[in-house]
């Protein structure tokens, strides 16, 4: 059965500390592993991840991929009280040679304290 | 450009009844996905509708059933509510790469 499984499922942190989420997965034929940020109800795209070894940046964000070791990692540098949030790790299986459904994680709830 | 809209916002039903929730693609994609969000839990697939057509499902039960528009609009039924069905529902669309989602309608069934 396909999982995705994220660690830690919590994180409480202070404004300036620096955060690793971790999304580890099992899914036949996959395709891409995407995160998101959900802070109150519509999940924000962060980034889309398909080869290992490529960092992916956005600002204080990073993320990258291990297709070996079935994992990815999301990295927030210099965190703020905005990020605080639920961070979703997703993974896109096949369906034939079009876009299969996402398989998400529970999560990890980040909080940052002033 | 509009997003991905979804409604009603929120909704307040009676177990048995039934609900029709709605969603609205972004504009330029032809797919749209739909997931149950639990409290605490990540979003979890529906099924996803393709040219009309149901192309995917997850693992839920019969009584959940969709539609999808020539305009590409979708909408989410469910039938005989029950307690467990309460939850955000995610409305998300697609063109080839990468999904946006919606809002989301925020069912409670009493």
């Known amino acids: 059965e396909d999982k995705v499984v994220q660690s830690p499922l919590s994180l409480v942190v202070h404004e300036g500390d620096t955060v690793t989420l971790n999304c580890s997965y099992e899914?036949?034929?996959?395709?891409?592993l995407l995160w998101y940020k959900q802070e109150k109800k519509a999940p924000t795209f962060l980034f889309m991840l398909?080869?290992?070894?490529i960092e992916k940046k956005s600002g204080r964000l990073s993320s990258i991929l291990d297709k070996k070791e079935l994992f990815s990692i999301l990295n927030i540098t210099a965190t703020q009280t905005g990020d605080s949030a639920i961070y979703l790790c997703?993974?896109?299986?096949?369906?034939?040679?079009?876009?299969?459904?996402?398989?998400f994680g529970k999560g990890t709830k980040l909080s940052v304290k002033p | 450009d509009a997003g991905v809209t979804q409604s009603p916002t929120h909704l307040i039903k009676t177990r048995g009844q039934q609900v029709t929730l709605r969603c609205s693609p972004k504009?330029?994609?032809?797919?749209v996905s739909w997931y149950q969000q639990a409290l605490g839990q990540g979003p979890q697939f529906i099924f996803q509708?393709?040219?009309?057509?149901?192309?995917q499902r997850g693992n839920f039960p019969d009584r959940f059933s969709g539609h999808q528009f020539p305009n590409y609009s979708s909408e989410l039924n469910v039938n005989a509510l029950l307690l467990g069905d309460s939850a955000l529902y995610l409305c998300?669309?697609?063109?080839?790469?990468?999904?946006?989602f919606g809002s989301g309608t925020r069912l409670t069934v009493v």
């Open positions: 998300a669309s697609s063109f080839r790469l990468g999904y946006t």
């Open positions: 899914v036949t034929n996959f395709r891409s």
């Open positions: 398909t080869s290992s070894g």
């Open positions: 997703a993974v896109e299986g096949r369906y034939g040679g079009s876009q299969g459904n996402l398989i």
């Open positions: 504009s330029g994609h032809d797919t």
């Open positions: 509708y393709y040219e009309e057509e149901e192309r």
